[in-house]
């Protein structure tokens, strides 16, 4: 798969306004129009789930190979990949009856689930894309007017990254929102890699980096 590159940024550390930024976004509600296809597409999804399954999320799925593996490793649910692009997802490997595909926007799909009253067991982060420049910390997932609906819908969440500076972000976001979360150095052999993008890092050396919480939610699934 070829060597991959670490993230690199001018940044030292954690970003100065992050703080400031989740702070005001966490009081706030973000009232962006939903994309047209959004809602449809969330429907049908909806309409396909096992109501008396736990939920696990693998958010930004690319092709789907993460969401096949967390398929087998969650046997007893439902288990949704969500990617925006179209193109990764049709290279989607062969999936368990537990997993299912959509294409969505994330930021929409999370508030849609939100708004529906999901409630989610896990929530997976698998190596979002690490915007490494300071000026692009508010398209990082923690730092996004989306985060108070992403924490919304519960759950375990975890994040794996390779830029240190990410993990480091995301779990101060946490510690603001009131969720305890640590940053976790995983050793990691190949086969044991999640998504295709761990194992291209693992196999280049790079050191994964892991946040955990458990979100406290009250809202549940509706039946």
């Known amino acids: 798969m070829g060597v991959s590159s670490i993230p690199v940024s001018s940044q030292d550390g954690v970003h100065p306004r992050l703080a400031e930024i989740v702070n005001r976004h966490l009081a706030s509600t973000w009232r962006r129009p939903l994309r047209a296809c959004s809602r449809p597409a969330f429907e049908r999804l909806a309409a396909e789930l096992r109501a008396d399954r736990p939920l696990v999320l693998d958010s930004g ?34 999936l368990p009856p537990n997993a299912h595909l959509l294409r969505a926007d994330l930021a929409d799909f999370w508030r849609l689930a939100r708004a529906a009253g999901w409630r989610v067991g896990h929530h997976y982060l ?32 975890e994040l794996r990254t390779n830029f240190e500076i990410y993990a480091a972000e995301f779990a101060l976001a946490l510690e603001l929102a009131g969720f305890a ?6 050793s990691l052999p190949v086969h044991e890699a999640v998504s295709l993008f761990e194992r291209k890092y693992v196999e280049s050396g790079h ?3 892991r946040v955990r919480a458990r979100l406290v939610c009250t809202q549940q699934r509706p039946m």
């Open 126 to 157: 698998l190596h979002p894309n690490p915007w490494p420049k300071p000026a692009q910390l508010q398209r990082r997932w923690h730092a996004h007017p989306v985060w108070p609906d992403l924490l919304a819908l519960g759950g375990v969440l």
């Open 61 to 94: 799925c690319g092709t789907g190979w993460s969401t096949a593996r967390l398929a087998v490793a969650h046997p007893d649910c439902e288990v949704v990949g969500v990617d925006r692009s179209l193109v990764r997802l049709r290279r989607h490997p062969a």
């Open 207 to 209: 050191d994964i980096f």
């Open 181 to 186: 979360a640590d940053v976790e150095l995983l």
